[in-house]
């Protein structure tokens, strides 16, 4: 099943995006949720995982402190939040179901796996 980024857009460095990842016939609940991005010529890159519970995330070292990455099991939607966005932050954002647990994340490195994503442009 794929899931759907939304929330992209064109923000100066500095600024703050939240992206939302949401299936509307999927329950996602029960599995870990990762985000991950591809930068323009650059290989997919996972940025953010969080366990299905919520209990336990995984942070790409460049943006550790700047993101958060949080759920509403209720709501069926998983949450990133990026703040004090940098010109190297912009990329497409995807989401999908992931391996993932305290302090590590294995994503899959095949694009279409992922779905539709969401570009965020970063203006210095």
């Known amino acids: 099943v794929q899931l759907q980024a939304f929330g992209g857009g064109l923000v100066q460095a500095g600024g703050s995006l939240r992206l939302s990842c949401s299936a509307s016939?999927?329950?996602?609940?029960?599995?870990?949720i990762g985000w991950v991005r591809q930068a323009p010529g650059k290989e997919l890159e996972g940025v953010s995982c969080i366990t299905s519970s919520g209990g336990d995330t995984y942070y790409l070292p460049f943006v550790k402190g700047r993101f958060t990455i949080s759920r509403d099991n209720a709501k069926n939607v998983v949450y990133l939040q990026m703040n004090s966005l940098k010109p190297d932050d912009t990329a497409v954002y995807y989401c999908?179901?992931?391996?993932?647990?305290?302090?590590?994340?294995?994503?899959?490195?095949?694009?279409?796996?992922w779905g539709q994503g969401t570009l965020v442009t970063v203006s210095s």
């Open positions: 016939v999927f329950t996602q609940s029960s599995y870990n």
């Open positions: 999908g179901v992931a391996e993932c647990g305290d302090g590590w994340f294995r994503w899959k490195d095949e694009l279409d796996y």
